[in-house]
């Protein structure tokens, strides 16, 4: 099966002084995926388990979403406190496999320090070390379903007895990616385990994520997600 590579968020540097800061070369993880797929970030990014009670496949019903917004516009869903709700009985197959890209190089997008707080935890010590971080996608696919057919697909989540008995405001979900994500972060100073052990908890905090300190000169840690749960997009109902 021909592999498919993204890289997603290429190296993200802190401005020198300001920790809160952030210059990234194509722009933020989450606006990369909005801009390319149409789904927005989510964290935790939890294995793909087409079985699993909290599955993400279009159609589902959720509630709870803790939506942060960024710099740039773009959104990481937090979805450890949601309510998910699948729809039952529909086999939605492997997904459709997505083609190659290449981010742009511009250095014209800027954002802040709220998505690596967001993705890795990170306090204001391991902030003010960081140097960069990547995230890159290999195999991505996306799991869709026809506007028109979201009403249809919803009936059948939405009677979940856990989500029928919801308040407040509820969403649909149209479209989610899965991927292989590779997680590079570079820091000017050692991470301490305590900061990688939140790292590896805060992007994955039902499935380990062991990082690795590169060999080499300086302070690069990485880890490999396989098959993940990456972005959705929602529809208010």
Known sequence: MRRFFLVLCALCTVVAGDAAA?????????ATLRS??????????????????????????????DVSALADKSKVLGLAGATICPAPGIDFGSGQATARYEGSRSLDMKSDSREARLLFGFDKEALGSLKGYSLGLSRPRLFSI??????????????????ATLAGNRSVISRSLIATVDVTIVSRR???????????RTLSSGSPVDFQRDPGDGYVYSARLPDRWVGISTERR
Do not use: M, W
């Open 22 to 30: 952030f210059v990234p070369s194509i722009g933020t993880f989450a």
């Open 36 to 65: 390319r797929y149409g789904v927005d970030a989510i964290v935790p990014i939890e294995r793909f388990d087409p079985k699993s009670s909290r599955a993400l496949f279009p159609g589902g019903t959720i509630a709870n979403i």
């Open 146 to 163: 026809p506007f028109d057919r979201l009403n249809e697909f919803s009936a059948r989540s939405g009677a979940d007895a856990t989500c």
């Open 190 to 200: 050692p991470l301490t385990p305590h900061q990688l052990d939140t790292a590896a």
